[in-house]
């Protein structure tokens, strides 16, 4: 498809383990950002990939998120030791790199992964 | 530090009842803003980009502004499938900034 794509759409864990989120982004598309939005909430910066610079990870909350980006392809998001205030959606977004001069050019969001831990 | 602030952070419109949604925002050197809507259990849609002020956008029922302290999103005689949260969102050199949203509900 021609959209940013989020893998699972919904994702029950218990509390202390492990998940994984997947992100796959709009060809040609070399920024790539993460999100948290808990109920009603605004949007949660997390980390931004952009091109072959270092990620900006200064919006992870703690130690225990990480992120990985595989050349200008897949993100996945890790969250370990999984507690109840992760419970969330996790949204990821694509865009050109305004590093490059596209400031204009604004970010596709997927529909995001649901989190619940229980 | 760049703020974005949204107001109202609710509004209910009856069909038909235009209004207009604020995007203040504080930031050293402004690059674009961009405004979204998000529906329940979705991930925000791109609406518009606004690069200059004095700038407008429109795209059916909505139009976007621009001036050099703030945004507004207009909207003419709304419908029910209207309602949703807007969100803006404003980039600079160094980084991006969204605002809180406005959630509007519209009445049929």
């Known amino acids: 498809g021609a959209g940013v794509s989020q893998s699972p759409s919904n994702k029950v864990t218990e509390k202390g383990k492990d998940v994984e989120l997947r992100c796959d982004p709009i060809?040609?598309?070399?920024?790539l950002y993460w999100y948290r939005q808990r109920l009603g909430q605004g949007l949660e910066f997390l980390i931004y990939?952009?091109?072959?610079?270092?990620?900006?990870k200064s919006g992870l909350p703690s130690d225990r998120f990480s992120a990985e980006r595989t050349g200008e392809s897949v993100s996945t998001l890790t969250i370990q030791r999984t507690q109840q205030e992760d419970s969330a959606v996790y949204l990821c977004?694509?865009?050109?790199?305004f590093g490059q001069g596209h400031y204009n050019s604004p970010l596709h969001f997927g529909n995001g992964t649901r989190l619940t831990v229980t | 530090e760049d703020q974005v602030t949204q107001s109202p952070e609710a509004l209910r419109l009856q069909e038909g009842e235009s209004s207009s949604l604020n995007c203040s925002y504080t930031?050293?050197?402004?690059?674009?803003l961009f405004w979204y809507r998000q529906d329940p259990g979705k991930g925000p849609e791109f609406l518009f980009t606004?690069?200059?002020a004095g700038e407008e956008k429109e795209k059916e029922r909505l139009k976007a502004t621009l001036t050099k302290k703030e945004s507004f999103l207009h909207i003419t005689a709304p419908k029910p499938e209207d309602s949703a949260t807007y969100l803006c969102?404003?980039?600079?050199?160094?980084?991006?900034?969204f605002g809180s949203g406005t959630q509007l509900t519209v009445l049929p």
């Open positions: 060809s040609g598309h070399t920024a």
């Open positions: 977004a694509s865009s050109l790199d």
């Open positions: 930031v050293s050197g402004l690059r674009g």
């Open positions: 606004l690069y200059s």
């Open positions: 969102a404003v980039r600079t050199a160094r980084q991006l900034t």
């Open positions: 990939f952009q091109g072959n610079s270092a990620p900006d």
